[in-house]
């Protein structure tokens, strides 16, 4: 019996991505943000992993302009909606200066988007102040899980429902 389980619970894991992931739930509610200030300069990185089929119930529910479309166009057809839902629902201060989030690109891989965004930001960063709620909106238990690196620290963290926000502090300026 102890042998099985294993097998059983990986196989179960694997089930919902097996399936057709248009208009599915899936068991997990899970994206990946990462955020780059690695070189001490004005601008810095971020991408988000996200399942297409949620970013694309979550902007229809933003939007009464939603463009109806494939996977593949979802966000080009989109793009505004896409920018400004992130706008609402990822907020970034950097030393107390909020930042705009600008959609550069986006690329899809199997049921994922990655989308990546620049900011413009101070050059030295003394804190950041997160607040990622992105999705929770129709899947309250979505979790976003945030690497941040600046020049050589790097943090991780959890946002949730319950705790959507962050705020982290750098030393090694």
Known sequence: MNKIMPKLFFILLLIPSLRNSANVDHAIYLSVIEIDHRKEIDKAKISIKVFTNDLHDCIKNFSSSFKAVDDLTLIEKNQTIVEDYFQEHLKISINTIHQYLSLQSWQQENDAYFLYFDISCPKKWQ???????????????????????????????RTTKSQPHKTFTFFSH
């Open 127 to 157: 804190t950041v102040d997160l607040k990622a709620d992105y999705f929770m909106e129709l899947f309250p238990q979505q979790s976003n899980i945030i690497s941040i690196y600046d020049v050589d620290e790097k943090y991780f963290h």
